[in-house]
């Protein structure tokens, strides 16, 4: 399945809600995941504007939080959980889930 397209504000607001990221607040935001103290993923956040983003600009997005197109349009569209999008990191990252 492809990455569907979804308002620029969407993604943000999921990106901010569920993952939670520490936000360096810029022209372009950028968001920093950390585990255990430790930076594993850093994201562009997309602006607050109510047009669409398309799949070639998502899935960079995608990309960077470590999730396959499935995975990241769960995020968005509220079927996967922070915690969820935090044990599917963990396996990607370590190896393992419930580090």
């Known amino acids: 399945m492809a990455i569907r397209d979804f308002r620029e504000k969407d993604i943000r607001d999921k990106i901010i809600q569920k993952v939670d990221p520490k936000l360096n607040h ?31 600009k998502s899935k960079y997005i995608a990309r960077d939080l470590k999730l396959d197109d499935e995975q990241f349009n769960g995020l968005i569209d509220c079927t996967l959980k922070g915690d969820k999008y935090y044990e599917i990191l ?10």
């Open 26 to 56: 810029g022209k372009h935001d950028k968001g920093y995941i950390y585990i255990d103290k430790k930076i594993v993923a850093k994201i562009k956040i997309p602006n607050s504007h109510d047009r669409i983003m398309h799949k070639n």
């Open 90 to 99: 963990r396996d990607k990252i370590f190896g393992f889930e419930n580090v």
